[in-house]
């Protein structure tokens, strides 16, 4: 029994995480490997002084410990887009290239120009197509 504990006191010293906390992190895994181990251990030693109950008891906390230290946690990244400031209208003018008494019309001729050579399915990119969906839409509800 005192080599038990002695093995078990060396597991915790090897396997402790330096500077950290056990369970911060990822150390939780490192944490449910040593119970793991330890539970092995417990099993063993119960199995082999006649006590088949705990030991199968042991052995299948153990086994799911196990589980547990290999498991590795679901993390979600969603994309949180920042809310966009809207356009002014000399920025929405300077994107499009139109100046400050362009009609209805000459918007979205100067539109229709751009998005040609910027969108995404012509070698563009979304960035610009959005840029210039942007400024469209603010000449157009400046006009509304």
């Known amino acids: 029994m005192l080599y038990l504990l002695l093995g078990a006191a060396i597991l915790v010293f090897l396997l402790w995480p330096r500077g950290r906390t056990l369970l911060k992190g990822d150390g939780w895994r490192v944490g449910a490997g040593a119970a793991s181990i330890a539970a092995f251990a417990a099993a063993a030693y119960a199995t082999i002084r006649g006590s088949w109950g705990t030991g199968i008891v042991l ?70 197509a959005a840029q210039l969906n942007a400024a469209r839409d603010r000449l157009i509800k400046r006009r509304s």
């Open 59 to 128: 052995g299948v906390i153990a086994l799911w410990s196990v589980t547990e230290a290999r498991r590795r946690p679901v993390i979600r990244r969603e994309m949180v887009q920042p809310p966009k400031p809207e356009l002014s209208l000399s920025e929405a003018r300077a994107i499009l290239g139109v100046g400050p008494e362009a009609t209805l019309a000459e918007v979205k001729a100067a539109y229709t120009r751009l998005i040609q050579l910027a969108h995404p399915d012509k070698g563009g990119t979304q960035g610009l």
